[in-house]
């Protein structure tokens, strides 16, 4: 496995069993309706019409295509993403190898930056701010800029002295 440049390490939890995912950041912003309606004010900001941001970023419709058609990732809809991004699957031990391996300067890279417990309903996040990823969670979901390494299960953290 080799991870991309742009690509994050995502820890999930759904039906109590823990699953890595190395993906591009952009399909964890878990509600779509909200991400696109907070790119659309930004566009009215500068003065620019609906037009151009439809011609620009597409409908609602067009702009989900980019996730499976999947406008909210809760989980009712978990399940289905996780069959779409099963090739994006990293199991602990792979990790835990990428990781020992790696050159000092480069484990900072292969640390998980983003936590989605679909169980309790909460997002931890530790990508930068301008990510915000946790300003797009679903209604009644907790998003949360927080390290989460203690939700981890300790034989999961690949990260860890053993």
């Given at each position: 496995m080799e991870i991309q440049e742009d690509q994050i390490i995502v820890g999930t939890m759904f039906r109590n069993?823990?699953?890595?995912?190395v993906t591009d950041k952009t399909l964890w912003r878990l509600d779509y309706r909200k991400y696109y309606d907070d790119l659309y004010a930004k566009y009215q900001k500068k003065g620019r019409s609906l037009v151009?941001?439809?011609r620009e970023i597409g409908s609602f419709g067009e702009f989900c295509q980019s996730r499976f058609r999947i406008p909210l990732l809760d989980k009712s809809t978990a399940a289905e993403f996780f069959e779409k991004i099963m090739l994006s699957?990293?199991?602990?031990?792979?990790?835990?190898?990428?990781?020992?391996?790696?050159e000092e300067s480069q484990k900072s890279a292969l640390l998980p930056l983003l936590y989605v417990n679909f169980d309790t309903k909460a997002l931890y996040s530790l990508l930068p701010k301008e990510d915000r990823l946790e300003a797009y969670v679903?209604?009644?979901w907790k998003g949360l800029r927080q390290n989460f390494a203690m939700m981890i299960p300790l034989k999961d953290r690949y990260w860890a002295e053993p």
């Open positions: 069993q823990l699953r890595w995912f151009e941001f439809v699957a990293a199991d602990t031990a792979e990790l835990a190898y990428l990781y020992m391996r790696a679903p209604d009644g």
